[in-house]
């Protein structure tokens, strides 16, 4: 069993920059692949960004703005997310799960989630 708490959310405006975190508890934790996803009001939830063995994985529009990290030691996935928009203005999530390369960036490839955290981007 994993357990996932998000913290680092909030209100800042057009350019800033947030650092979301991610903690883990659970002893296999380490052996999953990670996510950050966010959901908008109104708007299904989507994928943000991924690390899968070496790799990261990022949805389009955040590529070159945000970027996924983790720390095996202490078991944290953060989201540097630097430039933000108005439409990054959303609840993010962590998850851990076990996807295939092609399934990165799917929702039910994840088992465990955290209750999320709410940013939001406006002047």
């Known amino acids: 069993q994993v357990q996932l708490v998000e913290s680092g959310g909030g209100l800042v405006q057009p350019g800033d920059s947030l650092r979301l975190s991610c903690a883990a508890s659970g002893n296999t934790f380490g052996s999953y692949s990670v996510a950050w996803f966010r959901q908008s009001p109104g708007k299904e939830r989507e994928f943000v960004a991924g690390i899968k063995g070496g790799s990261t994985y990022y949805t389009d529009s955040v590529k070159g703005r945000f970027s996924i990290s983790r720390d095996r030691t202490i078991s944290a996935i953060y989201l540097q997310m630097n430039n933000l928009r108005p439409e990054d203005t959303a609840v993010y999530y962590c998850?851990?799960?076990?996807?295939?390369?092609?399934?990165?960036?799917?929702?039910?490839?994840?088992?465990?989630w955290g209750q999320g955290t709410q940013v939001t981007v406006s002047s």
């Open positions: 998850a851990a799960g076990r996807p295939i390369t092609s399934t990165i960036r799917t929702e039910g490839a994840y088992y465990y």
